[in-house]
Structures are given as structure tokens and as C-alpha cells.
């Protein structure tokens, strides 16, 4: 019995993962072909070229914004594992981060030298094919400086943009208020207009009424010039408001928030619909359109056969 | 491609959900009132309720861009189905934020 379990110890062929197909394990026939070789160069030179674009980083770490590139993935030939190309930090991403740390691993250099071994290549490329313990740790220590500058950046950045978007809000505050205080002028221009029609009509009828009338107007007379045709019954409506109560009121009146930028890769753009500002939208918590009232349908068609037709058919 | 993917998951979804696909162009009230600016966008309701799904992203109300897989989208319908019928309005992405669409959108009070 024992003897029988020994020998199926004996392995007769193997699987290479590089070409894909079984050979024997025996002979070294197979790696010495040129289908495997070709494979080797190809792959070799393939990785080679983005060790190198990540030693170049090794030197000046890059740090990008948080979510950048976030499922890039690198497939390492000695490891046969994908690792992600990129390591996040709290508030950035170091660019090529993760697959430097790779590189510089025990395990990584150990399954190189297998795979050197393995398909007997020139050992003195060895060392394109990893990075040193200490430089991935000098990276790491210019990574840390790296991104406490860029957080800093960021920071001014978002300080400067909310400066930004301060003084495009108090310009359009400005003029709000204009506007607002056009159409204020505009209603009571039209109202005193018609108390002046109605005044001289009183003043005919009561005289006695006048003195009292302009005595009152010289108290309202600051606010406007035109208040002085009021009559005694009448309260001056021309009171100047508040900036911040006309702002507040603009408000109340037609709350509506909508998207004003969006930049995406690979989504298609729309143009905005136009029209239909005062209806507002889900981010206001507008009522939803398939909930509002429809006119057109409802009033114009009756359900169900008229009472006349509904008496003519129960009674027949 | 969404459409192909939610054509794909329509018939694992028959239980749960029905898949329409609209034209942005043939609905400006609902493209206006939804703030629809990116396509494709897919919204979710349950029984005339709009669902809210918290995405990790700036926009709760919509989920801009395609799934990644299809059993993405059969795990959001399924946990926005189950939060419906618990009567939530609003429910929690099941997906790993890096398998959501990055994109950037800055809201204006008009």
C-alpha cells in the first residue's frame, strides 16, 4: 500500500499559464519553444514598461483627487494576483501608490526569482522587476510631504471658489433688491395715481378734511414725494424693507434649486429644458407632475352615461 | 450599454419590478422636475412613490451612468424593493462605491 501512494507523487505533465496548454514537466522542451518565448518577451517588456512609468513617480510622488482612477488594476506576472494601480489615502489618491508597494514586497521578489528560475531567463534583468525596501520608503515619506501640500492646495482652492460663489450671491442679492424695489416704486406710483383721482373728488366734497390730511404727509414725505396727495383714511404703504427681509421674501416666493454644472466621462450630456422655473423640481419637493391636477382631461370629459340616458335605461 | 443590461435583468426582476425606457426629449416635464442632465439616468418608484437611493454620490435622487454588472442593478432593485415595502422612502446603495460612475455636479439655488 505504501508503495502503491509513493508513486503517484510522480507529476508527468504540467500546465503553463503563460501558453495556455499541458506539456511535459520532465524536459524543459517546452520553455525552449519559441511560442513560450515570444510569450516571455512580450510580457516581460509589457511589465518592464509600467515598472518604469512607476519608477519615474517613485521620484516625485503625484497625488490626485480621492476617487481618481479608483479601479485601475495591474496584473503581476510573477505574483499571477491583479493589484490596484493606485493607493487612497483620506482625503487623496498617490498615484501608482499600491502597485509600488508591490513591487517592493519579499513575497513579489521571491516569486520573481521562481519565475526566473522557472523559464530560465537572464538573472541580471532581475532588477528592473522590483524596488528597493528603502526607496519605497523614502516614497512613502515624500508621499506624506506630497500630500499635506496637496491638501493645503485643495483647501485655497475651496476657499477661493466659496469666495467666488459669495460675491456672485451678493451680486445677485443686488440685484434682487433693484428689482424688487422698481416694482414696489412701479405699484405705488399706480396707486397713488388713482388715490389722486379719488382726492380731488373728496376735496370738492369736504374741505375740512385737507388740513388734516397734510399733516400726515409731512411725516410720510421722506419716503416718498408722491405720498403727499394721500388722503386721511389711507396708511402710507411706502415702507422701505430690510435687504435681507426682500432677499428672504425672493426666496419664499420661487425656491429652486437645479443642477448649474456637471462634468462626467463617458455620459452624454443634455441641455437644460427651459421654461417651467416656478413649478419646481424634486430637490425643492415640488408636488410631482403625474400628482398635480390635470385641466385639459378631467373637466372637459364626463364618465358614465348622462342621468336622462341612465333613467331611459332602468325604466325601458 | 444600460438598456441592454436592463433588458437583461428584466426578466430576474419580473417578481419585483418592471423596466421602462424613456426618451429624455419626449417628457421636458419630467426631465425638468427629475433636474435630468446626465443620460443615462435610471429612477426608481414604488407604487406612484419616487424612491430615493443613497448613493455616496451627490445625487440621491437618480442614479446617473450604467451598472458595472447586471446583478448590480438586480441587488439595487432588490434592496429598494424590500425598503418600499417597509415603507421607506429612501434606502442605502447595496453597491461598492467603486463600482458606482464618478461625476461631478454642482447644484445652483436659481
Not at chain 1, 369736504?206 to 404727509?217: A, E, I, R
Request: charge should be positive.
Amino acid at each position: 500500500m505504501n508503495s502503491s501512494t509513493k508513486s503517484t507523487s510522480f507529476i508527468q505533465f504540467r500546465y503553463c499559464k503563460l501558453c495556455k496548454i499541458s506539456h511535459k514537466y520532465k524536459n524543459k522542451k517546452h520553455i525552449y519553444s519559441l511560442r513560450h518565448q515570444q510569450i516571455l518577451i512580450n510580457i516581460l517588456s509589457k511589465f518592464r514598461k509600467k515598472i518604469e512609468d512607476s519608477q519615474l513617480i517613485l521620484k516625485n510622488p503625484v497625488i490626485m483627487k480621492l476617487g481618481w482612477e479608483s479601479d485601475v488594476t495591474i496584473w503581476c506576472y510573477f505574483c499571477e494576483e491583479s493589484i490596484q494601480k493606485h493607493s487612497t489615502l483620506e482625503d487623496c489618491t498617490v498615484v501608482c501608490g499600491s502597485f509600488i508597494r508591490h513591487l517592493a514586497l519579499r513575497q513579489h521578489i521571491e516569486k520573481m526569482n521562481e519565475f526566473f528560475w522557472e523559464n530560465i531567463l537572464n538573472k541580471t534583468t532581475k532588477l528592473h522587476y522590483f524596488i528597493d525596501e528603502a526607496d519605497s520608503i523614502i516614497f512613502k515619506n515624500k508621499v506624506e510631504k506630497a500630500a499635506q501640500k496637496f491638501c493645503e492646495k485643495q483647501k485655497q482652492d475651496i476657499s477661493k471658489n466659496a469666495e467666488k460663489i459669495k460675491t456672485a450671491a451678493l451680486n445677485h442679492q443686488l440685484i434682487s433688491q433693484y428689482h424688487l424695489q422698481q416694482k414696489k416704486q412701479h405699484q405705488n406710483l399706480t396707486t397713488n395715481q388713482n388715490s389722486t383721482t379719488n382726492q380731488n373728488s373728496t376735496t370738492n366734497q369736504n374741505p375740512t378734511t385737507n388740513q388734516g390730511f397734510t399733516n400726515q404727509s409731512c411725516a410720510t414725505s421722506h419716503n416718498f414725494t408722491a405720498s403727499q396727495n394721500l388722503t386721511i383714511n389711507q396708511t402710507p404703504t411706502f415702507q422701505r424693507l430690510e435687504p435681507n427681509r426682500q432677499i428672504d421674501s425672493l426666496i419664499e416666493e420661487a425656491p429652486q434649486i437645479s443642477t448649474a454644472r456637471k462634468t462626467s466621462f463617458g455620459l452624454t450630456v443634455i441641455p437644460k429644458v427651459k421654461g417651467g422655473k416656478e413649478k419646481g423640481n424634486i430637490h425643492t419637493g415640488a408636488v410631482p407632475p403625474w400628482l398635480q391636477p390635470d385641466n385639459t382631461s378631467s373637466q372637459t370629459s364626463t364618465i358614465g352615461p348622462s342621468l336622462h340616458d341612465y333613467q331611459a335605461h332602468c325604466f325601458c | 450599454m444600460l438598456y441592454l443590461q436592463l433588458e437583461k435583468a428584466s426578466v430576474d426582476l419580473s417578481n419585483m419590478a418592471v423596466i421602462y425606457c424613456v426618451d429624455v426629449d419626449s417628457v421636458p416635464v419630467y426631465t425638468q422636475y427629475f433636474d435630468i442632465t446626465l443620460i443615462p439616468s435610471t429612477l426608481f418608484f414604488f407604487n406612484a412613490q419616487h424612491m430615493k437611493v443613497d448613493w455616496g454620490s451627490q445625487d440621491n435622487t437618480k442614479y446617473i451612468g450604467n451598472f458595472k454588472k447586471k446583478q448590480h442593478f438586480i441587488d439595487v432593485i432588490e434592496t429598494i424593493y424590500r425598503g418600499a415595502m417597509k415603507g421607506k422612502f429612501m434606502v442605502t446603495s447595496p453597491l461598492d462605491p467603486r463600482d458606482i460612475y464618478k461625476y461631478d455636479l454642482l447644484y445652483k439655488e436659481i
